[in-house]
C-alpha cells in the first residue's frame, strides 16, 4: 500500500544521488513516480537510477554540471518535453566552501551562493512554467538550520540558506494561484 500516490507525474531532483536525496528520489520513484536525478557527481545519480530501473521504477540520470540559469533551465525544459510534464521539482543540492570571514573570498561566496539559492531561483522558474500549463506543481528546497543558527566559517552558507527561505516565501504567494506549492 503507498502511503501517496504519485503515478503519473515527473519529478527532477537535485542532489539525488546520495543520502537525503537518494531517499526523495527513491521514495518518489516507489510511488510511482518518474525521477530525473541530478547530481554533481553522475555516477551517483547513474547508480541510484540502474538500480531504481532494475526493480521496474522509472529513474533517470542527468548531469548537474553548473548553476548558469540557461543550463539550469534547459535541464528542466528537457525534462518537461522528455516526459511530457514537470509536476514536482526538489533542490536538495548544497553545500559550499567553508571558510573564516577573514579567509572568505569571491570565488567562496559565489559557490555558495550559487548552489544554495541562484541555483533553486533559476530551477524554480523555469519549472513554474511548466508547472503553470497544467495547473499543478510542488517545488521543494532543503534549507538548513544555518539559515537561522551561524556556525564559524559559515557565515556565507548560513547567508544563502536565509535568502533561499525568504525566496521560497516570496515565490509561494506568488505561485499560490497557480496551483503550485513553494515549500
Known amino acids: 500500500?503507498?502511503?501517496?500516490?504519485?503515478?503519473?507525474?515527473?519529478?527532477?531532483?537535485?542532489?539525488?544521488?546520495?543520502?537525503?536525496?537518494?531517499?526523495?528520489?527513491?521514495?518518489?520513484?516507489?510511488?510511482?513516480?518518474t525521477v530525473a536525478i541530478l547530481n554533481r557527481t553522475p555516477e551517483y545519480a547513474r547508480e541510484l537510477a540502474t538500480a531504481l530501473c532494475a526493480r521496474g521504477l522509472a529513474a533517470e540520470a542527468l548531469p548537474f554540471a553548473n548553476t548558469a540559469r540557461a543550463d539550469l533551465a534547459a535541464?528542466?525544459?528537457?525534462?518537461?518535453?522528455?516526459?511530457?510534464?514537470?509536476?514536482?521539482?526538489?533542490?536538495?543540492?548544497?553545500?559550499?566552501?567553508?571558510?573564516?570571514?577573514?579567509?572568505?573570498?569571491?570565488?567562496?561566496?559565489?559557490?555558495?551562493?550559487?548552489?544554495?539559492?541562484?541555483?533553486?531561483?533559476?530551477?524554480?522558474?523555469?519549472?513554474?512554467?511548466?508547472?503553470?500549463?497544467?495547473?499543478?506543481?510542488r517545488i521543494l528546497a532543503t534549507s538548513s538550520v544555518s539559515a537561522r543558527v551561524a556556525m564559524a566559517g559559515g557565515a556565507h552558507y548560513s547567508a544563502a540558506k536565509a535568502g533561499l527561505n525568504a525566496f521560497i516565501r516570496g515565490a509561494a504567494f506568488e505561485l499560490a494561484r497557480d496551483g503550485i506549492t513553494v515549500n
Open 1 to 33: 500500500m503507498r502511503h501517496f500516490d504519485l503515478s503519473g507525474r515527473v519529478a527532477l531532483v537535485t542532489g539525488g544521488g546520495r543520502g537525503i536525496g537518494a531517499a526523495i528520489v527513491t521514495r518518489f520513484a516507489e510511488a510511482g513516480a
Open 75 to 137: 535541464l528542466v525544459n528537457g525534462v518537461a518535453e522528455r516526459h511530457g510534464r514537470l509536476d514536482i521539482l526538489v533542490h536538495n543540492a548544497g553545500g559550499c566552501p567553508w571558510a573564516t570571514l577573514e579567509a572568505l573570498n569571491e570565488d567562496k561566496l559565489a559557490a555558495a551562493l550559487d548552489i544554495n539559492l541562484n541555483a533553486f531561483v533559476w530551477l524554480a522558474q523555469a519549472a513554474a512554467l511548466h508547472m503553470k500549463r497544467s495547473g499543478f506543481g
